[in-house]
């Protein structure tokens, strides 16, 4: 028979117990591994957020640098890459002539800036005074040219519509007068608006010609002392920080020669898509003016367009519709084409894909222009070559 040892229950007993569950407690949970869990949970959350903003504030800061900051030392950076061009070039003509570095570098810049400003003038004034001649014969052409054509389809329209309704000559005349008066209007409003714009771009001329001295200037001492300037911009880094700038120095400049062959292969591409269409419509000198249009179509905001349509409109209202047809099936194909390719040879240049090159161009044209259109994907491939380096984690 099993004997019943009695409980003697106290309150000392009972508060020894709960001490003793208590501690039984804090050394092992009922559901082990919980509280462990939600601690590194909560601190790769928190982890996460403050690199959220830390890179959220790189970002930000790069931003009102380009945007606003740029402009101020865009002619000492432009010094600055002018001189690392030509500092190969100095070096080695240094050393085969015996000459001094610094003289080599001094009568390169030099040459450099010679022989590129008066190319670059002789095309502005070129430029300038046929755009300035064309602007100022708008009215004459309009006057000369298109009103009579417009005057002559009218006729034609009008003898159409009284076969069919008479009372509804009256409601055309006066539709048409008032289009004919509108459009004169609008033809003098833009030749003044086009006079307006190269008063201005007089008028910001002196802002722009201290800016293009300070960059000579800057470059002379730039080229004479680069590797002493060079030096001193690296050791301000750490180890680590310096081999991370030489890596996106290297990666850079590849990178900036690969979009420059891109951009010449599509320019290549366009010009040969207008040299052949404009000769098979019968334009004089199609060579000529195709190399011009695809010189334009670099630029983001003119392009092919900021030539063909308006050509295209002023043909058409000359009456010579075929001639307008075939030039705006023309832009058509230039303009498929480069957004097809485009994306493809540059993406395949810099190592990314068609989409996300095409995105980040748009979105570097709409947030700064043509400068956008380069360095955002150039950005976003430095970025990818460094991630994939392992010098930086910013995705998978």
């Known amino acids: 028979m099993t004997s019943l040892v009695p409980i003697h229950y106290n309150e000392g007993g009972a508060a020894m117990a709960a001490a003793g569950f208590c501690r039984m407690s804090a050394a092992k949970p009922f559901f082990e591994g919980t509280d462990e869990g939600s601690d590194v949970e909560y601190k790769n959350k928190f982890k996460y957020v403050i690199n959220f903003m830390y890179y959220s504030f790189i970002i930000g800061a790069v931003y009102l640098l380009l945007q606003y ?7 000492f950076i432009a010094a600055f890459i002018i001189a690392y061009i030509l500092r190969g070039p100095a070096k080695f003509c240094s050393k085969r002539l015996r000459i001094p570095y610094k003289l080599v570098a001094f009568l390169l810049v030099l040459v450099f800036y010679c022989t590129i400003g008066f190319l670059i003038a002789l095309i502005c004034i070129k430029l300038f005074s046929t755009f300035t001649d064309l602007v100022l014969r708008l009215p004459v052409i309009y006057t000369t040219q298109m ?16 076969r069919m309704d008479p009372e509804l000559i009256s409601v055309i005349n006066e539709y048409f007068n ?6 004169g209007n609008l033809i003098s409003s833009l030749s003044m608006m086009a006079v307006g714009g190269v008063s ?13 001295l300070l960059m000579i200037i800057s470059s002379f001492f730039i080229a004479a002392d680069f590797d002493m300037m060079a030096n001193f911009i690296l050791r301000q880094f750490s180890g680590r920080g310096k081999v ?31 040299s052949i269409g404009l000769s098979i419509l019968g334009v004089k000198k199609p060579v000529l003016i195709a190399l011009v249009i695809a010189c334009f179509d670099i630029l983001p905001i003119l392009g092919t367009g900021g030539i063909m349509v308006p050509w295209a409109v002023i043909t058409a209202l000359q009456g010579n519709f075929s001639m307008a047809l075939g030039l705006f099936v023309l832009y ?14 540059v993406g395949s240049r810099i190592g990314l894909h068609p989409v996300v090159t095409l995105a980040s161009m748009f979105v570097g044209v709409q947030l ?14 430095l970025l990818r070559h460094l991630n994939s380096k392992g010098v930086i984690k910013l995705f998978r």
């Open 69 to 75: 900051g740029l402009s101020l030392i865009a002619p």
């Open 147 to 162: 009103e009579p054509h417009l005057f002559s389809m009218y006729r034609q329209i009008e003898k159409e519509i009284s």
């Open 178 to 183: 008032h289009f004919i008066q509108s459009l």
């Open 200 to 212: 201005g771009i007089a008028s910001s001329l002196p802002i722009f010609f201290i800016k293009l």
């Open 244 to 274: 991370l700038v030489i890596e996106i120095k290297e990666y850079i400049v590849g990178t900036l020669f690969k979009c420059i062959e891109s951009y010449a292969l599509i320019m290549s591409i366009t010009f040969m898509e207008l």
């Open 332 to 345: 058509l194909i230039v303009t498929v084409v480069r957004n097809i390719i485009e994306p493809k040879i």
């Open 368 to 381: 700064f222009g043509v400068i956008g259109l380069f360095g955002f994907p150039i950005t976003l491939s």
